[in-house]
Structure formats: structure tokens, C-alpha cells
T-cell receptor
């Protein structure tokens, strides 16, 4: 099974500053999808951003962008101009494009935004 | 689009009782997933369905857990008998394909 590793259990950032959350994964596949999900205290899981492995261009969604390094199997999330509403647990996830539909989730990073 | 709908949102039950969690996926989504989230183990996939057919139930912890999907618009996860260690948040998610899941709001189960 694929494994997803988030090595930062907790991170903090000053409001309006930039923070980067790390994620690495292990796979022998060449075609897959990577995701970042946000889970605020309401516990709702919200899709933040998605990256297809065959695309070289890094995905961006407003203040959220990724640094996808396929060879290094790294998929970090950068949050620019951090806002108080960004405070949440962030989960990195992997999904194969060819074998099954299930996601493999990391253990999460708890992000605190300091006013 | 009402999203993925789970019920109940909270459930408190006594050990030994039967618990049934319900999920209505997004119309048109052909895959449905049940996850369990705990502090110790994070997000664990319990079972998933494609076109109402169970594909992988290897994550179901033991025979006390069962899941059904009688039609494309409804699924249940049943625990019988429940135990305190089953206390967790149970998420249902649906997906139209290889792109991102849409999660429900989860059911927080407490077994006392």
C-alpha cells in the first residue's frame, strides 16, 4: 500500500505571513493524484487543492499553491497571506489513477494562525 | 447540490447496543467510502463501494462491523454490538471518479 507522511504534527504562522506544510509519499506508480484537505474545528473535510502527477505545472488555488516534486515524491502546500480562517488540520492524500479508488491519508498537520 | 449527507451528527450509545450510521451520497457519484477517524489512528478506510458493490472491506475492523449499499442513494454502516473502542468520528465520502472525494460532515460516535 502507498504511504503518505506528514512530518510536521503542528505548525504555526503569523497572520498575513506565508507557511509551507510538508508531505512526502511512497509509490511505485507513475500515474496518480495528490490532494490537500483541510479539516477545521467543525470537522468538515474540505478539498483545498489537487495535483495530477502527469502535470508538471504546480496547482494553485488563490492563496494556496503546491510544490510538486515527482522525482523526490514530495508535495508541499504553501499558504500565502495566512488568515485566521486557515487554522485547521491539513491532510495530504494520495490516490492511484489506475488501481482502486481509495485515498491514502497522512496523519495531518495542525496549523495555528497567530493574530 | 446538498452534498454528502450523514446522519446522525452525534450518537451516544451504551456498550452492547446496535448502532446504525447513514449516508446519502451526491447524486451521480458512483463510489462511496466509509472512513473512521481517531486521534490514535488518523483516517482509516473501512470499506468502499463502486456502483453499489462492495469492492474492498479489508479495513473493517471485525465482524461487528457491516456496511450495505442497497441503492445508489443510500448506505449504512452498522456496529453490533458496539464497544467503547468504537468511539470515533465516522465519515462517509462519495466520488464521481479519480478526482477528489466529497466528504459528509461525519458522525461522532460515543460508546459508553
Amino acid at each position: 500500500a502507498q504511504t503518505v507522511t506528514q512530518s510536521q504534527p503542528e505548525m504555526s504562522v503569523q497572520e498575513a505571513e506565508t507557511v509551507t506544510l510538508s508531505c512526502t509519499y511512497d509509490t511505485s506508480e507513475s500515474d496518480y493524484y495528490l490532494f490537500w484537505y483541510k479539516q477545521p474545528p467543525s470537522r468538515q473535510m474540505i478539498l483545498v487543492i489537487r495535483q495530477e502527477a502527469y502535470k508538471q505545472q504546480n496547482a494553485t488555488e488563490n492563496r494556496f499553491s503546491v510544490n510538486f516534486q515527482k522525482a523526490a515524491k514530495s508535495f508541499s502546500l504553501k499558504i500565502s497571506d495566512s488568515q485566521l480562517g486557515d487554522a485547521a488540520m491539513y491532510f495530504c492524500a494520495y490516490r492511484s489513477a489506475v488501481a482502486g479508488n481509495q485515498f491514502y491519508f497522512g496523519t495531518g498537520t495542525s496549523l495555528t494562525v497567530i493574530p | 447540490d446538498a452534498g454528502v449527507i450523514q446522519s446522525p451528527r452525534h450518537e451516544v450509545t451504551e456498550m452492547g447496543q446496535e448502532v446504525t450510521l447513514r449516508c446519502k451520497p451526491i447524486s451521480g457519484h458512483n463510489s462511496l467510502f466509509w472512513y473512521r477517524q481517531t486521534m490514535m489512528r488518523g483516517l482509516e478506510l473501512l470499506i468502499y463501494f463502486n456502483n453499489n458493490v462492495p469492492i474492498d472491506d479489508s479495513g473493517m475492523p471485525e465482524d461487528r462491523f457491516s456496511a450495505k449499499m442497497p441503492n445508489a442513494s443510500f448506505s449504512t454502516l452498522k456496529i453490533q454490538p458496539s464497544e467503547p473502542r468504537d468511539s470515533a468520528v465516522y465519515f462517509c465520502a462519495s466520488s464521481p471518479g479519480p478526482h477528489g472525494y466529497t466528504f459528509g460532515s461525519g458522525t461522532r460516535l460515543t460508546v459508553v
